[in-house]
């Protein structure tokens, strides 16, 4: 357990010893390549970093000294390829094993790899290239991105295009030893676009203590131990790859198991992976578990599994419920963003309970602001999810969105860092996910979560996915609108719009109900799977009516 070493106190009783008590050491200079990963290598060479497969049966133990070695010969790649330190290169490398090593090999360096989805068109990566100034562009051909990528660079002479393969053959081409580049704590070392549900997407830059800031985020809430092997589902584009595939888990002791899978994953990919693997710790968004309770989990030998976490949205009720049946494991929640580590998350001295994101995490002075800027003191009052930074940015929290000092000024303010998301606690501590502020919906003088409804909704049989918004009411602000995906052997009928609404009012307060229901054939989302009510709202709002035969506000009567 390497991540003891950085730890002024390794043992805590409860969770009050841990919050006050577990309080990082932070190194000068500190290179999470040079001073975890090649330190591994040299005290325990033959401890597997990284088992990784793919869904053509490629199989790729990847051992620390193997890890450490090759990422030197890609560094004097890059090198002999003019990538110097401060440089921005883009990756489009989905699940492959040459993704970490060129991490380590630039975080080596100290050029800033901004890693990115292979889902993305040329527009999009025209804009990225350009807002990043990038160099150069690293990517495995998968028989589409390339294309796309050659389209965004169009006669850029000044951006490099690099292929996997070339990483590949550089590993053992190259020489296996670097002299170390130095860096200091605060200089730049990943930028990650953010998904952009609302606006363009920005460059959130973390530091090169970011790593350790991910201590919390394997160990207190995966809690990953020597000999586990922990499955995040995540590609390499999204920030939760680093949550989930790399820092944390190493530092905790874990091997990283990579599925790296061509097509549309299924249950049974996940499931098999799961059985095949003996993979002993499992993390994915609240859509995966969805995915694998709707199959038969009974086929599957999921002895292995003891310890599952849940983070992206918020987590259904039911699909806890379902899980723990089927497994006997209870998923523990953490919430963050792009911007974060884990900052609040159930931790091992507490009880799940199911939907609600659990307690700060140690280092993170986290605070309840009202509309006036005000600390929230009452439980069960929404307010927005703010970090005080007075005293200093906590481990993980990232320095600014990068060369956007006006985007970084709107959210740092008044020595507070400001999430944009709404939450409530409760009479116990715990932290309830509300909402993006710009989401929540205000009725007759109530606020409503569109997350609540959308619970309470997705219990009901018909209802196989639902995103819940506000849309213009002359009399009441704004009326609660639920856009429904139906499961098979549903028909859109106004019987059916009068059933959904009478399910929630008979479960949910009354004015939470939605008015209006739309049927459609799916939700639109970001390419990370996160529901776009931004653009539903958008849409709606350039409909003369909304009003249908399947848009119905029949039933609901006048809030009592």
């Not at 929630?504 to 776009?532: N, W």
Request: negative net charge; charged residues 25%; glycine residues 6%.
């Amino acid at each position: 357990m390497f991540f003891k070493r950085f730890l002024k106190q390794n043992e805590f009783n409860n969770y009050d010893d841990y919050s006050k008590n577990a309080v990082v050491n932070v190194p000068e200079n500190f290179n999470f390549a040079y001073d975890v990963v090649d330190v591994i290598a040299s005290e325990t060479p033959d401890k597997v970093a990284i088992l990784w497969t793919n869904d053509a049966g490629e199989k790729k133990n990847i051992t620390f000294s193997m890890l450490s070695k090759w990422s030197n010969a890609v560094a004097n790649f890059l090198s002999q390829r003019g990538l110097k330190r401060g440089d921005t290169v883009l990756l489009f490398m989905r699940r492959r094993w040459e993704y970490w090593v060129l991490m380590m090999a630039m975080h080596k360096l100290g050029v800033i790899p901004i890693p990115s989805t292979n889902q993305l068109k040329s527009k999009d990566i025209e804009y990225r290239l350009k807002t990043a100034e990038a160099s150069a562009v690293i990517a495995f051909d998968d028989g589409n991105v390339v294309d796309e990528i050659k389209r965004a660079i169009g006669n850029r002479e000044n951006i490099q295009l690099i292929d996997c393969a070339e990483i590949s053959a550089a590993c053992e081409s190259y020489p296996q030893t670097l002299e170390r580049v130095p860096n200091e704590n605060t200089d730049t070392m990943v930028v990650y676009f953010t998904s952009g549900t609302t606006d363009m997407p920005k460059m959130v830059a973390h530091n090169f203590m970011y790593p350790l800031g991910h201590i919390n985020t394997a160990v207190f809430w995966q809690r990953l131990v020597d000999g586990d092997i922990h499955f995040t589902l995540s590609e390499s584009g999204w920030a939760k790859c680093s949550w989930g595939k790399m820092y944390g888990q190493w530092l905790a002791g874990a091997t990283v198991f990579v599925f790296d899978f061509s097509r549309i994953f299924t249950a049974h990919d996940l499931l098999n992976a799961i059985a095949e693997h003996k993979i002993t710790s499992f993390c994915a968004p609240p859509t995966a578990y969805k995915m694998m309770i709707h199959a038969d989990m009974s086929k599957y030998d999921l002895s292995s599994l003891v310890k599952a976490d849940v983070a992206g949205e918020a987590l259904n009720p039911e699909v806890y419920e379902r899980f723990l049946e089927s497994t006997g494991v209870k998923l523990r929640e953490g919430f963050g963003q792009t911007e974060t580590c884990v900052m609040i998350f159930t931790n091992q001295w507490i009880e799940p309970k199911p939907g609600a994101m659990g307690m700060p995490a140690a280092g993170w002075d986290v605070k309840l602001l009202d509309e006036r800027g005000r600390v929230v003191t009452e439980p069960n009052t929404v307010g927005e999810i703010c970090v005080n930074v007075k005293d200093g940015k906590p481990l993980g929290l990232f320095q600014g969105y990068h060369k956007n000092d006006k985007q970084t000024n709107a959210v740092y303010r008044d020595g507070i860092y400001h999430t944009g998301d709404m939450a409530y606690f409760d009479a116990d501590g715990y932290f309830w996910f509300v909402g993006r502020n710009d989401d929540l919906i205000k009725t007759s003088g109530y606020r409503v979560s569109p997350f609540e409804v959308e619970s309470v909704l997705l219990e009901h049989p018909a209802v196989r996915e639902v995103a819940v918004t506000g849309i213009p009411d002359p009399s009441r602000g704004q009326a609660v609108k639920a856009t429904i995906v139906l499961n098979k052997y549903f028909q859109q009928t106004d019987a059916l719009v009068r059933q959904l609404q009478d399910y929630a009012k008979s479960r949910a307060a009354h004015y939470k109900a939605p008015r209006v229901i739309e049927f459609v054939e799916t939700l639109p989302m970001t390419i990370s799977g996160k529901i776009r009510r931004a653009l539903i709202r958008t849409l709606d709002s350039a409909k003369e009516s909304i009003v249908d035969p399947i848009k119905s506000t029949i039933g609901l009567g006048e809030e009592k």
